[in-house]
T-cell receptor, first 117, second 112 residues
Framework: AQKITQTQPGMFVQEKEAVTLDCTYD???????LFWYKQPSSGEMIFLIY??????QNATEGRYSLNFQKARKSANLVISASQLGDSAMYFC??????????????FGSGTQLTVLP | GAGVSQSPSNKVTEKGKDVELRCDPI?????LYWYRQSLGQGLEFLIY????????KSGLPSDRFSAERTGGSVSTLTIQRTQQEDSAVYLC??????????FGDGTRLSIL
């Protein structure tokens, strides 16, 4: 069974600094996708970044990058130059991609990030 | 709008009543998902629709929960004989096959 672990319930970072949010996963399926979502206090889930298990390079989207270490089964999110608006709950999620496999996301427990002025 | 639309945004009802939650996915998205987010359980998958295929109902917690998707578009999640433990935020998401899921703002359900 898939399992996603986020070991940091809460994180603080100074504005303009970089921060890394940890995510490890467990799966025996060779084909999978890893996702990060942001959930501000208003409640909407915002897609940030995606990494496929066969992708050779780490994904980047603007200030977001995903530090993908396949052998260690980790997919940490790096936010560069933090902004006050980055304060939110961040969820790591995983989805099987093999044919016939389930398509739903399995989520970690989340990390509450607070950016300090 | 261009995003996933859910209604109502908030629903308060008495224990034992039935409730219907609606999701209008992004136009053209073939896949539709329902999730539940609660304090004690985090984010849980409920049900998945893909095109005209039979839905994956493996996440539904009991037979009081059901969902349908009409015409490959709008979906309704129905909870019968609501219980207090059904209180949660119900999130709908849609996507193209194997593409990232895009979520609605959710329906916050409170059972008195």
């Amino acid at each position: 069974a898939q399992k996603i672990t986020q070991t940091q319930p809460g994180m603080f970072v100074q504005e303009k600094e970089a921060v890394t949010l940890d995510c490890t996963y467990d799966t025996s399926d060779p084909s999978y996708g890893l996702f990060w979502y942001k959930q501000p206090s208003s409640g909407e889930m915002i897609f940030l970044i995606y990494q496929g298990s066969y992708d050779q390079q780490n994904a980047t989207e603007g200030r977001y990058s995903l530090n993908f270490q396949k052998a260690r089964k980790s997919a940490n999110l790096v936010i560069s130059a933090s902004q006050l608006g980055d304060s939110a709950m961040y969820f790591c999620a995983m989805r099987w991609a093999s044919s016939g496999s389930a398509r739903q996301l399995t989520f970690g427990s989340g990390t509450q990030l607070t950016v300090l002025p | 709008g261009a995003g996933v639309s859910q209604s109502p945004s908030n629903k308060v009802t008495e224990k034992g009543k039935d409730v219907e939650l609606r999701c209008d996915p992004i136009s053209g998205h073939t896949a539709l998902y329902w999730y539940r987010q609660s304090l004690g359980q985090g984010l849980e998958f409920l049900i998945y629709f893909q095109g005209n295929s039979a839905p994956d109902k493996s996440g539904l917690p009991s037979d009081r929960f059901s969902a349908e998707r009409t015409g490959g578009s709008v979906s309704t999640l129905t909870i019968q004989r609501t219980q207090q433990e059904d209180s949660a935020v119900y999130l709908c998401a849609s996507s193209l096959e194997l593409q990232p899921q895009h979520f609605g703002d959710g329906t916050r359900l409170s059972i008195l």
